[in-house]
Each structure stands twice: as structure tokens, then as C-alpha cells.
T-cell receptor
Framework: GAVVSQHPSWVICKSGTSVKIECRSL??????MFWYRQFPKQSLMLMAT?????????EQGVEKDKFLINHASLTLSTLTVTSAHPEDSSFYICSASGSVHEQFFGPGTRLTVL | AQTVTQSQPEMSVQEAETVTLSCTYD???????LFWYKQPPSRQMILVIRQEAYKQQNATENRFSVNFQKAAKSFSLKISDSQLGDAAMYFCAYRTRTYNTDKLIFGTGTRLQVFP
């Protein structure tokens, strides 16, 4: 149980385009979802926390207009990287928590912006 | 604010031997959770072990055990009978129980290499 999926697992896009990453909790209701960014050989950096049906809470230094987060249902959250640039290239990980208050992590999405 | 420190960027161990990864944290709270996560080359985060601060007994999961020293704010992970599959990044993490949030605070990680 407690499986979280992410789609796509990897994506390559041109500079200036927008990319959407989906995060789904497959077998539980996720009241809260978290989005992280991870640079090579570094720790996970929390970008934002989203609760179902409400606006996401962004961490200090994270551009809200650049990284749009939508948590429309108890099983789906999306991260849209708008007008992506090469510096946005990174590994993005989502996690979800529900009634047991434990974070379950997705497998991550590698974004490469050319 | 809470902080988590992992002072060992890299560690290595021989197969079948025992290794201990260090983690210290800083908090003014009395009730919280501590976790160790493993991130193998696939980059999938896997929960290794969890400790609730109010429990004095150290958590154990098969070959993995912790040494939780609340007064010293130390939370080390011991891996016994190390296996090649234990090679990964290991992250220590803190979560409050005082506030209504599941937010995790991660350390910088320790890369564990296992030699045959």
C-alpha cells in the first residue's frame, strides 16, 4: 500500500516552454502533497506544500509564478514549470501524506531544459 | 527553527560488517519524529526506520537500528551485516508533532559505499 506515482519520469523540453508534472496517490487519499527539488549529490529541498482544495504554501525563495502547483483532488497534484529555462533543469520529487501522517514519496521526474 | 546535521558526507563499509551513520538535530520541541530515509541510485526515497521522541526504546527494523539520545539530540543509524544493496544516500529527517504539519526537515545526506 501507500504508493505514489509521478508522470512523466523524465522530460526534455525547449527553453521557454511549460512543463507539467503529475503526482498521484494510487491507494490512499492524500490530504497534503509536497514538492521537492533535488540537485545532484544534494539533499531534497522543499519547494511547496499543498493541501487539497487550497492554495499551495511556498518555501522562501521559490517563485510562485514560475512553479505553479495545483492540488485539485485527494489523489492528484500537479507542478507546472512555466517558461522553463536551463537553470530549472533538476530532479523533482513529490510526496503525499494522508491519515497516517507519513510522507510517501514518488519516484521522481528528471527535467532537462535545452 | 529546527535543523538536522549529518557530518559524514561519505562512509564506506565492507560487506557483512557494521557501519554507523551519524545525525544530530536541534529543536526546542519535546515531541517529534525522527526518520532515516534511503535513496538508492534509482532515486526512489525509501523509509528505513522511524523513531518517536517520547519512546525511550530505540527503534529496530531487521538489520537497521538507531541509537536515539534525546538529551544529546543525536540519532544515529546502525546497519548490521551490510549488504551490497545497502549502498545508497541516507538522509536523516525531523518532523514536528507539536504543530499540525507533516513537513520534513532533511539533513544533507551521507553516501554509503559497500565493498565486497
Amino acid at each position: 500500500g501507500a504508493v505514489v506515482s509521478q508522470h512523466p519520469s523524465w522530460v526534455i523540453c525547449k527553453s521557454g516552454t511549460s512543463v507539467k508534472i503529475e503526482c498521484r496517490s494510487l491507494d490512499f487519499q492524500a490530504t497534503t502533497m509536497f514538492w521537492y527539488r533535488q540537485f545532484p549529490k544534494q539533499s531534497l529541498m522543499l519547494m511547496a506544500t499543498s493541501n487539497e482544495g487550497s492554495k499551495a504554501t511556498y518555501e522562501q525563495g521559490v517563485e510562485k509564478d514560475k512553479f505553479l502547483i495545483n492540488h485539485a483532488s485527494l489523489t492528484l497534484s500537479t507542478l507546472t514549470v512555466t517558461s522553463a529555462h536551463p537553470e530549472d533543469s533538476s530532479f523533482y520529487i513529490c510526496s503525499a501524506s494522508g491519515s497516517v501522517h507519513e510522507q510517501f514519496f514518488g519516484p521522481g521526474t528528471r527535467l532537462t531544459v535545452l | 527553527a529546527q535543523t538536522v546535521t549529518q557530518s559524514q558526507p561519505e562512509m564506506s563499509v565492507q560487506e557483512a560488517e557494521t557501519v554507523t551513520l551519524s545525525c544530530t538535530y536541534d529543536t526546542s520541541e519535546s515531541d517529534y519524529y525522527l526518520f532515516w530515509y534511503k535513496q538508492p541510485p534509482s532515486r526512489q526515497m525509501i523509509l528505513v526506520i522511524r523513531q518517536e521522541a517520547y519512546k525511550q526504546q530505540n527503534a529496530t527494523e531487521n538489520r537497521f537500528s538507531v541509537n536515539f539520545q534525546k538529551a544529546a539530540k543525536s540519532f544515529s543509524l546502525k546497519i548490521s551485516d551490510s549488504q551490497l544493496g545497502d549502498a545508497a544516500m541516507y538522509f536523516c529527517a525531523y518532523r514536528t508533532r507539536t504543530y499540525n504539519t507533516d513537513k520534513l526537515i532533511f539533513g544533507t545526506g551521507t553516501r554509503l559505499q559497500v565493498f565486497p
